[in-house]
């Protein structure tokens, strides 16, 4: 079946270093592939996204560009902030040509960045 | 505009009691979904539904779990009777239409002593 496989945390980085969280996958076809964020006491939130194959998904300075040739979609980061601090999810939804739209998640990484 | 709703945010039971959790997705919203979240693991579906009909519950333990989208909107799980093993966070998300963005709530994070 479908897996999300993300590097095991937590992850300590100082404030303006650079950031790799490593995530690859196990899906037949083209899944679309998501980076979700869950910031303390909040919930789930969308931090971005790509459906197809070589597409690069970009949100408040976070990347992250679907490589099918090595089935990843690693989270990067040229300069983290404090603010960043929260549990980043890497997760897949199949391709499918029916109804069933669930996300497959990977286990999560914790980052803190310290001032 | 306002986002999926989830009560209770916490609950603590005794095993083998019964308990549910309700959600009120975002106005309009077509497509709703039960995740749950053990902690350290990532969220895992228990059920979808397309308005009023499932669409996926084969993750549902369905001899304890019980979900019902009543009218389309909003929606109720359950547990009885409650495991140990049944303590975790409970996500509701829903999306516009299926393969659009999924909107996730705060959670209840349901304790089973």
Same mark, same amino acid.
């Given at each position: 079946?479908?897996?999300?496989?993300?590097?095991?945390?937590?992850?300590?980085?100082?404030?303006?270093?650079? &950031?790799?969280?490593? *995530?690859?996958?196990?899906?037949?076809?083209?899944?679309?592939?998501?980076?979700?964020?869950?910031?303390?006491?909040?919930?789930?939130?969308?931090?971005?996204?790509? +459906?197809?194959?070589?597409?690069?998904?970009?949100?408040?300075?976070?990347?992250? +560009?679907?490589? /099918?040739?090595?089935?990843?979609?690693?989270?990067?980061? @040229?300069?983290?902030?404090?603010?960043?601090?929260?549990?980043?999810?890497? $997760?897949?939804? $199949?391709?499918? @040509?029916?109804?069933?739209? /669930?996300?497959?998640?990977? /286990?999560?990484?914790?980052?803190?960045?310290?001032? | 505009?306002?986002?999926? $709703?989830?009560?209770?945010?916490?609950?603590? !039971?005794? /095993?083998?009691?019964?308990?549910?959790?309700? *959600?009120?997705?975002?106005?309009?919203?077509? +497509? &709703?979904?039960?995740?749950?979240?053990?902690?350290?693991?990532?969220?895992?579906?228990? !059920?979808?539904?397309?308005?009023? @009909?499932?669409?996926?519950?084969?993750?549902?333990?369905?001899?304890?779990?019980?979900?019902?989208?009543?009218? @389309?909107?909003?929606?109720? &799980?359950?547990?009885?009777? $409650?495991?140990? %093993?049944?303590?975790?966070?409970?996500? *509701?998300?829903?999306?516009?239409?299926?393969?659009? %963005?999924?909107?996730?709530?705060?959670?209840?994070? &349901? +304790?089973?002593?």
């Amino acid at each position: 079946g479908d897996s999300v496989t993300q590097m095991e945390g937590p992850v300590t980085l100082s404030e303006e270093a650079f &950031l790799t969280i490593n *995530c690859t996958y196990t899906a037949t076809g083209y899944p679309s592939l998501f980076w979700y964020v869950q910031y303390p006491g909040e919930g789930l939130q969308l931090l971005l996204k790509a +459906t197809k194959a070589d597409d690069k998904g970009s949100n408040k300075g976070f990347e992250a +560009t679907y490589r /099918k040739e090595t089935t990843s979609f690693h989270l990067e980061k @040229g300069s983290v902030q404090v603010s960043d601090s929260a549990v980043y999810f890497c $997760a897949l939804r $199949a391709q499918s @040509g029916g109804s069933n739209y /669930k996300l497959t998640f990977g /286990k999560g990484t914790l980052l803190t960045v310290n001032p | 505009e306002a986002g999926v $709703a989830q009560s209770p945010r916490y609950k603590i !039971i005794e /095993k083998r009691q019964s308990v549910a959790f309700w *959600c009120n997705p975002i106005s309009g919203h077509a +497509t &709703l979904y039960w995740y749950q979240q053990i902690l350290g693991q990532g969220p895992k579906l228990l !059920i979808q539904f397309q308005n009023n @009909g499932v669409v996926d519950d084969s993750q549902l333990p369905k001899d304890r779990f019980s979900a019902e989208r009543l009218k @389309g909107v909003d929606s109720t &799980l359950k547990i009885q009777p $409650a495991k140990l %093993e049944d303590s975790a966070v409970y996500l *509701c998300a829903s999306s516009l239409e299926g393969p659009g %963005e999924q909107y996730f709530g705060p959670g209840t994070r &349901l +304790t089973v002593t």
